[in-house]
């Protein structure tokens, strides 16, 4: 059973107070600690990225971008423990003008009109609690179908809390807003979950198929 | 207060899922002691709690790793390019530099055409000197020292002409009859 524990931030304040630390030594021209921030977060950014575009080669350009900017704007950065959350922002605002290209693209007929994938165009790692086939297929429709009933600034929340793992402050930071709108946002998001019967289901039966 | 002790509805589940610390007090002793609502709170936590689970595990996949510093063990087009990308103070001269030498390259060429010119000049005057002296030599065949130690009387004889035979004489100049 999971405990209120699941929805603490993944990041530790211990870990925090690295960050801190490595930031700050890359602001004063540390290659190496740059270097290992972004081992540390590539593979959320890339989640991140990839969750919401669904095409591993954009994320994987996407991802290269985020850091190319995070590595330029680094000295702008004032406060050294609010890295994560300026991170995020970076891969949001690419993941957004990504969209804005593709659809800008497409209205002017350089491209085709490409609906966003439903399922990724790559399988997952195989691990014994991965999804087969079909049942991947149907979560990602039931994905789809949960973000086209969710306003723009629910959709951001409600995925940066529970896919991303952030807690109430970090999303604060990262969507520029107080911790009152995302709450309110939060909020809005989880009932439009609840209400969501065929994603309900879909969970509860993986659930217990999952268990069992 | 009734209100309080009764069980929550939906509105206060998710409250108390999205953040615990913003229910009152009351509410928090209720949540703490009652086991059905405390229930609801978790199941809908659970949920929510598989799908970011179910997310995460459709988003681990292998990728291309992101570089930065690769440009260490790469040729000076990488630091070129890196540089470029992370620069806009670089990218500015560039485009000032290649500005200047596009402005500059029709100075250059005109400058080129100018001392073109005067070689041609100077070979035309070099050539019209040539001519004059070929001139002048055709006049007088003769090296001007030879004109002056000949007798008064030579230039009034015919001038013979190179190859020309002449039969009162040898080949040695002296008379063919001695």
Redesign the interface.
């Given at each position: 059973?999971?405990t209120?524990e699941?929805?603490e931030p993944s990041v530790s304040p211990a870990q925090g107070d690295q960050v801190a630390a490595l930031v700050e030594q890359a602001r004063a021209g540390s290659?190496s600690a740059?270097?290992k921030l972004?081992v540390m977060h590539?593979?959320e950014i890339?989640?991140l990225v990839?969750?919401r575009i669904r095409s591993?080669m954009d994320?994987?350009d996407l991802?290269?971008d985020?850091?190319?900017s995070a590595?330029?704007y680094l000295p702008q950065l004032k406060e050294s423990d609010r890295f994560r959350p300026w991170l995020y922002r970076i891969a949001l605002n690419r993941v957004h003008d990504f969209h804005r290209k593709n659809k800008l693209l497409a209205f002017f007929g350089i491209t085709d009109e490409r609906e966003q994938a439903d399922v990724?165009d790559?399988?997952?790692?195989r691990?014994p609690?991965?999804?087969d086939g079909v049942i991947?297929h149907e979560?990602?429709v039931r994905?789809k179908e949960l973000s086209k009933r969710f306003s723009k600034m629910e959709r951001e929340v409600f995925?940066l809390r529970?896919?991303d793992?952030m807690n109430?402050r970090e999303i604060a930071l990262t969507l520029k807003r107080s911790e009152s709108a995302v709450?309110t946002h939060?909020?809005r998001a989880?009932?439009k979950?609840?209400e969501d019967s065929a994603?309900?289901d879909f969970?509860?039966g993986?659930?217990h198929g999952g268990k069992d | 207060m009734v209100e309080k002790t009764s069980h929550f509805d939906?509105?206060q589940i998710?409250?108390a899922?999205?953040?615990?610390s913003?229910l009152d007090v009351p509410s928090r002793r209720h949540l703490w002691e009652c086991p059905e609502c405390r229930a609801q709170k978790?199941a809908?936590?659970?949920?929510?709690?598989?799908?970011?689970q179910?997310?995460?595990?459709?988003?681990?996949?292998?990728?291309?790793?992101?570089?930065?510093?690769q440009h260490e063990s790469a040729g000076i087009f990488s630091i070129f390019k890196l540089i470029w990308?992370?620069s806009p103070v670089f990218r500015m001269g560039v485009v000032f530099a290649s500005l200047l030498i596009l402005l500059l390259t029709p100075l250059t060429l005109k400058k080129d055409m100018i001392y073109t010119l005067d070689r041609v000049y100077e070979e035309m005057r070099q050539d019209d000197e040539f001519m004059n002296e070929v001139e002048k030599l055709e006049d007088t065949p003769f090296p001007h020292s030879y004109v002056e130690v000949a007798a008064p009387g030579d230039d009034k004889r015919e001038t013979p002409s190179p190859g020309a035979r002449n039969d009162g004489m040898t080949e040695d100049g002296g008379p063919r009859n001695a």
């Amino acid at each position: 059973m999971n405990t209120r524990e699941d929805f603490e931030p993944s990041v530790s304040p211990a870990q925090g107070d690295q960050v801190a630390a490595l930031v700050e030594q890359a602001r004063a021209g540390s290659a190496s600690a740059f270097e290992k921030l972004m081992v540390m977060h590539r593979d959320e950014i890339f989640r991140l990225v990839f969750f919401r575009i669904r095409s591993r080669m954009d994320s994987e350009d996407l991802t290269q971008d985020v850091f190319m900017s995070a590595f330029k704007y680094l000295p702008q950065l004032k406060e050294s423990d609010r890295f994560r959350p300026w991170l995020y922002r970076i891969a949001l605002n690419r993941v957004h003008d990504f969209h804005r290209k593709n659809k800008l693209l497409a209205f002017f007929g350089i491209t085709d009109e490409r609906e966003q994938a439903d399922v990724p165009d790559v399988e997952p790692h195989r691990d014994p609690s991965a999804l087969d086939g079909v049942i991947r297929h149907e979560f990602w429709v039931r994905v789809k179908e949960l973000s086209k009933r969710f306003s723009k600034m629910e959709r951001e929340v409600f995925f940066l809390r529970f896919v991303d793992d952030m807690n109430l402050r970090e999303i604060a930071l990262t969507l520029k807003r107080s911790e009152s709108a995302v709450k309110t946002h939060l909020y809005r998001a989880i009932r439009k979950f609840k209400e969501d019967s065929a994603l309900s289901d879909f969970l509860e039966g993986e659930w217990h198929g999952g268990k069992d | 207060m009734v209100e309080k002790t009764s069980h929550f509805d939906e509105q206060q589940i998710i409250e108390a899922v999205i953040d615990p610390s913003s229910l009152d007090v009351p509410s928090r002793r209720h949540l703490w002691e009652c086991p059905e609502c405390r229930a609801q709170k978790a199941a809908l936590e659970n949920r929510l709690a598989r799908f970011g689970q179910i997310s995460r595990e459709q988003t681990t996949i292998e990728f291309r790793k992101p570089e930065i510093f690769q440009h260490e063990s790469a040729g000076i087009f990488s630091i070129f390019k890196l540089i470029w990308e992370i620069s806009p103070v670089f990218r500015m001269g560039v485009v000032f530099a290649s500005l200047l030498i596009l402005l500059l390259t029709p100075l250059t060429l005109k400058k080129d055409m100018i001392y073109t010119l005067d070689r041609v000049y100077e070979e035309m005057r070099q050539d019209d000197e040539f001519m004059n002296e070929v001139e002048k030599l055709e006049d007088t065949p003769f090296p001007h020292s030879y004109v002056e130690v000949a007798a008064p009387g030579d230039d009034k004889r015919e001038t013979p002409s190179p190859g020309a035979r002449n039969d009162g004489m040898t080949e040695d100049g002296g008379p063919r009859n001695a």
